[in-house]
């Protein structure tokens, strides 16, 4: 495979097909299992290419995997998380469902180097077509060692605490670290959990080397990435490009926006606003450049149409934030709470100028006190929403209406109801 030519992780991949494992040995070849001489080189190859996780808070692989495989005690398990609780993105999902063998692979490599003799495999049980993928996918292989879970689809389920907790006890709520669950996990035993995408860049890591896996991408930031594109686009899905491709080359390859577009929201919702003029040039990875300058995160780029109130938006969002906190500390009962409720009484016109300074406020003593991340997540949203729609807050605070809630559609996508509990 051409190390300089994308797709890599999506490389003869049919949108709503899964490649079968014969397409795959025929794409990829056999996957390159370490033996108990090679584990050391395997991880020692992962650090030099760079790869960060490509879930949230992109940690270096290298340093997951050395610290399973340096635990004290305990067989150790691997955990692929594709529970992809964040609303707005279809790219794990996309790779469970197109490309299922590229993520055994990197599930079984990574259990070979660090001398685990499970693989559970996590995806959320509204994923109909990445759970039937995954499913053919170990039948395939006959593999024995490889479980598929079925998990809830709630915001938090995926933190990497909640979905441990899921695992040993049924309840997916986050607990406090530490121990975290490299430490124990699963079971109680030393667990490496990591994401589809970047078990599936293990996967080529292994096969084609760190020098292969750094032709593209930037020098800090190497290899590619998945993003879900949504909003005014000609095309939106799910993209691969190159680490630290610019915002404008990803709305160039869908075609570019169908109508004037005044934001972008960058890494989910967990991530930052940007407004439209300065978003051409920004790079996309998961390297952060600096306070305005937002890291990929959960691999999510939402356009933001000029039509739309960014703030009301941005106000819908952390009120569903705040409904799918784990209710187990108070950054996320009171603090997030009080932030969403700031935001429906400003968009509503019914608060005080200077309202927004009180969402200043909660936001900075949420920050780092949570459980899990949910209340940072929750605060990095809303506090680039303040600055990027300054104008839309002196509106709303001077009784003004945007006319979001008087039925034009929303933007931003969250979750439909279940229609049947389970």
Same mark, same amino acid.
């Given at each position: ?232 686009? &000609? !095309?939106? %899905?799910?993209? @691969?490009? #190159?680490? =630290? $491709?610019?915002?404008?080359?990803? /709305?160039? *390859? +869908? ?31 998961? &390297? !952060?450049? %600096?306070?305005? @300058?937002? #890291?990929? =995160? $959960?691999?999510?780029?939402?356009? /933001?149409? *000029? +039509? ?31 932030? &969403? ?9 019914? $608060? ?71």
């Amino acid at each position: 495979m051409d190390g300089a030519t994308l797709p890599r992780l999506l490389a003869g991949w049919r949108p709503g097909e899964p490649i079968s494992f014969d397409e795959h040995l025929s794409t990829h070849g056999p996957a390159p299992i370490p033996d108990s001489r090679q584990r050391h080189e395997l991880i020692e190859e992962v650090d030099r290419s760079g790869l960060r996780g490509r879930g949230g808070a992109g940690f270096p692989t290298a340093a997951k995997l050395r610290a399973v495989a340096g635990a004290r005690r305990g067989r150790r398990v691997i955990v692929v998380n594709g529970a992809e609780g964040e609303p707005a993105s279809a790219k794990d999902r996309a790779l469970l469902a197109g490309a299922p063998h590229l993520v055994l692979d990197g599930a079984l490599i990574a259990a070979a180097a660090v001398g685990a003799n499970e693989v559970i495999v996590c995806v959320k049980w509204t994923a109909t077509k990445a759970m039937r993928a995954v499913e053919t996918a170990i039948r395939e292989r006959a593999a024995d060692q490889i479980a598929l879970v079925e998990v809830p689809p709630g915001y938090v389920a995926g933190e990497e605490t909640a979905l441990v907790n899921y695992l040993n006890t049924g309840r997916a709520l986050p607990t406090f670290v530490p121990p975290r669950p490299f430490e124990r996990g699963v079971g109680g035993r030393p667990t490496l959990m990591q994401n589809p995408e970047t078990l599936a860049d293990l996967a080529l890591v292994a096969r084609y080397g760190a020098d292969w896996f750094r032709q593209v991408g930037a020098e800090a930031d190497p290899g590619s990435n998945l993003v879900t594109l949504r909003g005014p686009v &000609a !095309r939106p %899905g799910v993209y @691969e490009i #190159a680490s =630290g $491709a610019s915002l404008g080359s990803l /709305l160039e *390859a +869908a075609g570019g926006p169908t109508e004037s577009i005044q934001a972008f929201l960058v890494g989910g919702y967990a991530g930052s606003w940007v407004s439209a003029e300065r978003a051409g040039e920004l790079p996309l990875g998961r &390297a !952060r450049g %600096g306070a305005r @300058e937002p #890291a990929l =995160g $959960a691999g999510v780029v939402i356009a /933001l149409p *000029a +039509a739309a109130c960014g703030f009301c938006e941005t106000g819908r969002v952390v009120g569903y934030l705040a409904e799918e906190s784990a209710g187990q500390c108070g950054p996320c009962i009171h603090g997030v709470g009080a932030i &969403a409720d700031a935001f429906a009484e400003i968009g509503d016109g019914r $608060a005080e100028p200077g309202a927004h300074r009180w969402i200043e406020s909660w936001s900075a003593d949420v920050v780092g006190r949570g459980a899990c991340g949910h209340p940072d997540g929750a605060a990095a949203l809303a506090t680039s929403a303040l600055y990027v729609f300054r104008d839309a807050v002196t509106t709303h605070e001077a009784g003004g209406s945007c006319g979001s809630r008087n039925g034009r559609p929303w933007t931003l996508p969250l979750p439909e109801p279940l229609a049947v509990a389970r």
